[in-house]
């Protein structure tokens, strides 16, 4: 079997709620912010529970990309790993998995949890809380396995989120330096702004293999605090981001930084002079259920365009309308019968 995109990444079900305010004062959180749950959040996903009407959704960040990638791809074009535990949250996502045309390969570890994101909804606001449970027991030998190895040969590009650097960075590193010397494309996604404030090394190891990176606009601004980059335009943010040192000169990089439903910005380092602007169709706000996901969906859309072989312009459209498909449904989801994206 050989699947056009592998990713990689921390498998979670989202526990998602709606009108969460008080929760985001009781837990000290930001309305639209992601972290990683602290000693003090741990009460938090059992009052989701009991105190809420929670709606159960499959989530991981590379998790939604990949199912979104999956959406626009013919059938068997995608695969999917990370680490699961062996219980019925598993169960759950490859349900989920299934109804989008997403195989995953996941690393099963016995007497773990599978790892739950708290969604708290203000608005059109998304709060994530993350617990990773089994997601930060993923064991690197899982990618020279029989069943892995010969998916990632097989692959022509590879994604990654930036959450999965707080834990499994030496497994990103192995799978970015095979893309790298076989010149297959290596995508990474910083998915939130602690990434480049407190993950700096991991991603300065990684960034000279990729050769996409995708971001939205508060990221790229933590990523220019973090490298001390004064400019806090995102044209200049893009430019220095496609200008730091790559092993593979050959392809030239490309950063593209969402805004929400300002315009998406494109940087090759190739055509520097010539940065690109891409206005989104913005929604009306009685269309907007919840935007849980949606930058996830963009990075899926946009990768499923571009490794069929679609022209630049026409990836970031992909990406356009399977972002704006999500943020009409609630948490990261898309409408079935299947709309023609491609």
Known sequence: MSYSIFALGNP?????VYNGEELLTKYDLKANDAILAEEKHAPLYE??????????????????????????????????????????????????????????????????????????????????????????????????????????????LFYVEGYFLTHGSESALELS?????????????????????????????????TDIVICNETEAESWASATGIADKDLVSIAKALATQPKTNAARPRIVVITHGAESTIVVSANDLENPKTYAV????????????????AFAGGFIGAYVSGKSLDESIEAGHKMGAMNVQLVGPQFKWPKVQIL
């Open 12 to 16: 979670l079900l989202d526990i998602q």
């Open 47 to 156: 009052e989701l529970v009991k105190n809420y009407k929670p709606t159960y959704v499959a989530g991981g960040a590379a998790q939604n990309a990949a199912r979104g990638a999956a959406y626009v791809l013919p059938p068997k074009s995608v695969v999917y790993a990370g680490s699961v535990g062996k219980d019925d949250l598993a169960e759950q996502l490859k349900a989920a998995n299934k109804r989008e045309g997403l195989d995953e390969v996941y690393y099963v570890k016995e007497g773990e949890q599978t790892g739950a994101c708290g969604v708290i909804i203000t608005g059109h606001n998304r709060s994530l809380v993350t617990t990773l449970r089994a997601a930060e027991k993923f064991d690197k030998s899982h990618l020279s396995s029989p069943l892995v190895a010969p998916l990632i040969d097989g692959a022509k």
């Open 177 to 209: 330096k095979k893309a790298s010397e076989s010149s297959k494309i290596f995508v990474l996604n910083l998915s939130a702004p602690f990434i480049p404030q407190f993950f700096g090394v991991q991603l300065q190891q990684i960034l000279p293999y």
């Open 281 to 296: 169709h913005a929604l009306a706000d009685f269309e907007i259920v919840d935007t849980n996901g949606a930058g996830d």
